[in-house]
């Protein structure tokens, strides 16, 4: 299996900062990772795909960058909307592993 | 609207069978695959298999296989994720979801997601 690994697992942040979350591979995926937001009590959604990808609806304060092994997902201005949990996702092969998740919360 | 629906929250003691469903639909069920994700309590998601219903195509994590049943019936456009003998282990969240893709790539995601079914597994 491709193991996932998020760094950090929390982060504090205030409203209008900017933040990154790091994604690693244990094997080069070339870009195929997958970001996903997590709320609480509610199911994942989707964001990014192919690793730098926006999905039609995100907001255009996500991006993703990374190839390889090493991924990065960056929200350029954080708004209060944005504290949740944050996934990466390899779709490079089965079984499709997820990060552990990154919590982004409020400083 | 492509909609994942999912069934409702289960209370089960150990040794228990369980079968919970996902119905699809606003798309072409038969032709997406359906994956089953585990979020076990205050923890992150793990993948755990995904069925192909047009022809029931279906591959497990290592994790999972032998441990639940993925099976579909596209005549009703329902994707199913079973237990034969439940364990307090396996009390979790459970998500379907739709694997999407960009047309004429090799990427794909999950998107959307079933709303979760809760499963408690308590003696």
């Known amino acids: 299996d491709i193991q996932m690994t998020q760094s950090p697992s929390s982060l504090s942040a205030s409203v209008g900062d900017r933040v990154s979350i790091t994604c690693r591979a244990s094997?080069?995926?070339?870009?195929?990772l997958n970001w996903y937001q997590q709320k609480p009590g509610k199911a994942p959604k989707f964001l990014i795909y192919?690793?730098?990808s926006l999905q039609s609806g995100a907001p255009s304060r996500f991006s993703g960058s990374g190839s390889g092994t090493d991924f990065t997902l960056t929200i350029s201005s954080l708004q209060p909307e944005d504290f949740a949990t944050y996934y990466c996702q390899q779709s490079y092969s089965t079984p499709y592993t997820f990060g552990q998740g990154t919590k982004l919360e409020i400083k | 609207e492509v909609q994942l629906v999912q069934s409702g929250a289960e209370v089960k003691k150990p040794g228990e069978s369980l079968k919970i469903s996902c119905k699809g639909s606003?798309?072409?069920?038969?032709?997406?695959?359906i994956g089953w994700v585990r979020q076990m309590p205050g923890k992150g998601l793990e993948w755990m298999g995904i069925i192909y219903p047009g022809d029931s195509d279906t591959r497990y994590s290592p994790s999972f296989r032998g441990q639940v049943t993925i099976s579909a019936d596209k005549s009703i456009s329902t994707a199913y994720l079973q237990w034969s003998s439940l364990k307090a282990s396996d009390t979790a969240i459970y998500y379907c979801?739709?694997?999407?893709?960009?047309?004429?790539?090799?990427?794909?995601?999950?998107?959307?997601w079933g709303q979760g079914t809760l499963v408690t597994v308590s003696s």
């Open positions: 192919g690793a730098s």
């Open positions: 606003g798309y072409s069920f038969t032709s997406y695959w």
């Open positions: 979801a739709r694997r999407d893709y960009a047309s004429g790539t090799s990427f794909h995601w999950f998107d959307p």
């Open positions: 094997q080069s995926i070339s870009n195929y």
